[in-house]
């Protein structure tokens, strides 16, 4: 199991499998990233748990509905079809070329869009547990990323329903989306890392986050194509969401996205890791008490 503890005096105590907790007044760098590592390492030997407690939340959230999270992917697919008939007609471009790329686009921002806005609540909505329970912190992170595949997974149908009804088909570049989905997973926990630290501290961030989103939908080629920026098409590249949404979306549409998008994508998840290890190592031995 892991373990939970905070910096309080200069006891030395044993844990549940965990190394020893030294609980210093002043725990130094190298400390606190043993106590990280440990925290990391036993979180992902729990995915076990991390799959109940997901698959829980949504068994909970959709409790007593007929469709289930189903209803999320008629709203979605309805969505499509309607913006679809829409953009294509205000932007003059052809229905069948267009609604793929719209269909991809709807499911995969509503994935990146939930896991940033409910990485916010990754400690807060676990507060009961993370009280009570000695428990990695990890955990929680693999629970909100995990969720959100679930729902994935669910409006993955409408991506299938739009290609089958088009007769398209992305052939064997689709492939290439994999490394992407998998560099997706790898940021979603370490946004959940410093997203859920940091709102634990600071309970108004979340509200600025949604608002961030809201303004990202549209700066990124969501709804429009990337093309139809045409010489403005360099301030997309400071982006962080286009380079990320393109390694996936680009393969599923049958085309291969340039080196500097791999580039920015790999760079941007460098830079998050980064920033959430330090932050997370440093914070986690206080997350119990901002809760």
């Known amino acids: ?26 725990m130094s760098l190298a400390a606190r990233q043993r106590f990280a590592v440990a925290d990391i390492v036993n979180g992902s030997a729990l995915w076990r748990l991390s799959w109940t407690l997901g698959w829980l939340d949504i068994k909970l959230r959709y409790r007593g509905s007929l469709l289930g999270p189903f209803w999320l992917t008629l709203s979605t697919g309805v969505m499509v079809g309607a913006l679809g008939l829409l953009y294509a007609s205000l932007f003059h471009m052809n229905l069948h070329e267009y609604l793929p790329f719209l269909s991809l686009s709807i499911v995969l921002w509503g994935f990146l869009s939930a896991v940033v806005s409910e990485s916010c609540t990754t400690f807060t909505e676990a507060e009961g547990v993370v009280r009570s329970v000695r428990m990695p912190f990890f955990v929680f992170a693999a629970r909100i990323v995990i969720r959100n595949i679930l729902v994935l997974a669910h409006n993955i149908v409408v991506i299938v329903a739009v290609f089958v009804l088009l007769s398209i088909s992305p052939g064997s570049r689709a492939v290439l989306a994999v490394p992407g989905l998998l560099l997706w997973i790898v940021d979603a926990l370490a946004l959940c890392l410093l997203l859920g630290s940091f709102c634990a501290r600071f309970r108004d961030i979340q509200p600025i986050v949604n608002s961030i989103m809201q303004i990202a939908f549209f700066m990124t080629p969501v709804i429009w194509k990337p093309e139809q920026a045409g010489k403005r098409f360099f301030l997309l590249q400071p982006n962080p969401f286009y380079d990320l949404l393109e390694v996936v979306r680009g393969p599923l549409l049958g085309s291969i996205p340039d080196g500097m998008t791999y580039l920015g994508a790999l760079s941007y998840s460098v830079a998050l890791w980064v920033v959430a290890w330090l932050f997370f190592a440093r914070a986690r031995g206080r997350i119990a008490f901002w809760l």
């Open 1 to 26: 199991m892991g373990y939970r503890g905070a910096p309080m005096s200069t006891t030395t105590i044993p844990t549940d499998g965990a190394p020893l907790l030294d609980l210093r007044a002043d």
